[in-house]
């Protein structure tokens, strides 16, 4: 008869077990809310190194100039948590820009109902070629992003005619305000409330969720993979083009030079807010971080005054480099304590 020895008791396992969760817990809390973090810490010091950083009136500015930016990455969100990638959204934005100061000429819904239905035709059609003949999304949004690009300078006769927004209450919400923050953020406040309950509360999210971990596992939990597909590309079409028309509402003209590299951004936030390129994992609250983190340093960029704008650029691709990184060394790390 022998007697078990050795480190591997019954209580050593458990032990085993206890830790493996436990750096389970602090890896996927970093994951999570690092984006968070990392903007807390820059606010705090912001507001210590620039007094008129902390101002009402410069918050109220970060706030209204995060407001289309997150609107465009809340749509691309959902799309890259089932694993795919939209690059029209950029060009949807624009064009959203444009048919809402053109319809405007026709009222208030008008303005609105164009970009969105353009906008949304566009994201189905996306969707429809993505989800029903396997193409890469990459190349699907980037047919998209050049054919959106194309019909804006259509409208606009190659970009050369401006598009003026004739309706004053379409332009009073990208101007008025109330309790000193600007209406579009009220709106952008309550889509992206709707967004994490949709994505965290209900069988869609859940669904959203799935199909980026393992299309093949979703389909035979009975997930309607294709469906789910499709309308996370709706979704983000749909949002591009209100992005477009509120800061149409804005500018009070439908800009025809807007939206090159808002793609990039969009996903850049997205991805420092914790959501995997890969799918399957991430959150809406941390998405909104990513954005205000990136509209934080352009607001200390212009604080300081003497550095190019393009230094943005700089500093959001080096996050995103950093954060793509730890993003493969954390999941590794799950991996192992598993």
């Known amino acids: 008869m022998s007697i078990a020895t050795g480190p591997e008791t019954p209580a050593a396992a458990a032990e085993d077990v206890r830790k ?29 190194a620039f007094p008129n950083f902390r101002s009402f009136d410069n918050t109220a500015t970060i706030l209204v100039a995060a407001a289309p930016p997150m609107l465009i990455a809340l749509g691309m969100t959902f799309v890259i948590l089932t694993g795919g990638i939209d690059l029209s959204v950029g060009s949807l934005y624009v064009l959203g820009g444009v048919l ?8 208030f819904v008008a303005a609105f109902a164009a970009p969105l239905l353009v906008c949304g035709l566009i994201g189905v059609a996306n ?41 004053d209450a379409f332009r009073q919400l990208g101007n008025g305000s109330l309790l000193g923050i600007g209406y579009q953020v009220w709106l952008v406040a309550v889509l992206v409330l709707l967004g994490m309950v949709l994505l965290a509360r209900t069988r869609f999210g859940h669904s959203v969720y799935a199909v980026g971990g393992s299309e093949d596992a979703a389909a035979l939990m009975g997930v309607p993979v294709r469906r789910i597909k499709v309308w996370v590309y709706v979704m983000s079409g749909l949002l591009a083009g209100l992005a477009g028309a509120i800061n149409a509402a804005k500018l009070g003209s439908g800009v025809t030079v807007l939206g090159t590299g808002m793609e990039l951004d969009a996903i850049a936030a997205v991805v420092i807010g914790g959501t995997l390129l890969t ?39 080096a996050f995103l480099a950093l954060v793509v990184v730890a993003q493969t060394y954390l999941v590794k790390l799950r991996r192992v304590s598993q």
């Open 127 to 167: 969707g429809l070629l993505i989800a029903y003949t396997r193409m890469a999304p990459f190349i699907v949004t980037l047919a998209a992003l050049l054919g959106a690009r194309g019909l804006m300078r259509a409208i606009s006769d190659e970009g050369s005619e401006t598009y003026l927004v004739k309706n």
């Open 279 to 317: 799918g399957g994992a991430g959150t809406i609250a941390g998405t909104v971080a990513g954005v205000l983190l990136l509209g934080v340093i352009q607001n200390l960029i212009n604080q300081v005054g003497n550095v190019n704008s393009n230094w943005q650029q700089v500093i959001s691709g």
């Open 20 to 48: 493996a969760e436990r750096t389970d817990r602090i890896v996927g809390t970093i994951q999570r809310q690092g984006a968070l973090a990392v903007l807390i810490v820059v606010v705090l010091i912001s507001m210590i």
């Open 100 to 107: 809402a100061a053109w319809a405007s000429q026709y009222g």
